[in-house]
């Protein structure tokens, strides 16, 4: 069974660093690109990046590259998604997600999300 | 203001069909046929339900169909239940820098 298993809830402060995590398994972990999409509270996804863990290519969106870090370690199929100094409007649900076979276009398997909550 | 447009909400009654659109350009839903549709219950991540443009992944009803004509993209939902009312968003690549974009979500209300 594929599964997407990302690290709990975060409470954080602007100015301090992050790292999220999304453990995948039941698949092989290097052969599927793995992607990163936000939603704000109430609001809509926004696609933020992806990352394929055979080979590190990495992709972002213009609107968070620059605002975040995307990588993963292969040697136990998990992916991170990073700060190096949060913002309150960083607030939000992450999810991480497969893409399909064939690419990135598309994702099959979702996450449970990450809420990052960030305040004085 | 997302990338692809959508209606805020649509509604419908029990065993009725709803359609939700999804207007881009030829840039992305348009130009490509790598559209696809996620359902999202409250509280929970989303769940592919159509990718691209018309099909449907294995265990997904045949009461969830999708179609595009032009710069616009359709989900249909058949024989409406109570547990289709759900927050609905279409995606699609596109050329730009940007990868791909998702719609801003249509709320879908099972009356």
């Known amino acids: 069974e594929v599964q997407l298993v990302q690290s709990g809830a975060e409470v954080k402060k602007p100015g301090e660093s992050l790292k999220i995590s999304c453990k995948g398994s039941?698949?092989?972990?290097?052969?599927?690109?793995i992607g990163w999409v936000r939603q704000m509270p109430g609001k809509g996804l926004e696609w933020m990046g992806i990352?394929?863990?055979?080979?590190?290519?990495?992709r972002y969106s213009p609107s968070f590259q620059g605002q975040v870090t995307i990588s993963a370690d292969k040697s136990i199929s998990t992916a991170y998604l990073q700060w190096s100094s949060l913002k309150a409007s960083d607030t939000a649900m992450y999810y991480c997600?497969?893409?399909?076979?064939?690419?990135?276009?598309?994702?099959?398997?979702w996450g449970q999300g990450t809420l990052v909550t960030v305040s004085s | 203001q997302s990338a692809l447009t959508q209606p805020a909400s649509v509604s419908g009654s029990p065993g009725q069909s709803i359609t939700i659109s999804c207007t881009g350009t030829?840039?992305?839903?348009?130009?490509?046929?790598?559209v696809s549709w996620y359902q999202q219950h409250p509280g929970k991540a989303p769940k592919l339900m159509i990718y691209?443009?018309?099909n449907r992944p294995s265990g997904v009803s045949n009461r969830f169909s999708g179609s595009k004509s032009g710069n616009t993209a359709s989900l249909t939902i058949s024989g409406l239940q109570a547990e289709d009312e759900a927050d609905y968003y279409c995606?699609?690549?596109?050329?730009?820098?940007?990868?791909?974009?998702f719609g801003g979500g249509t709320k879908l209300t099972v009356l």
């Open positions: 990352i394929y863990p055979g080979d590190s290519d990495t």
């Open positions: 997600a497969r893409g399909v076979s064939y690419g990135w276009f598309h994702f099959d398997y």
């Open positions: 039941g698949y092989s972990f290097t052969s599927y690109w």
């Open positions: 030829s840039s992305d839903v348009g130009g490509y046929n790598y």
């Open positions: 691209d443009v018309s």
């Open positions: 995606s699609s690549y596109t050329s730009s820098s940007t990868y791909v974009v």
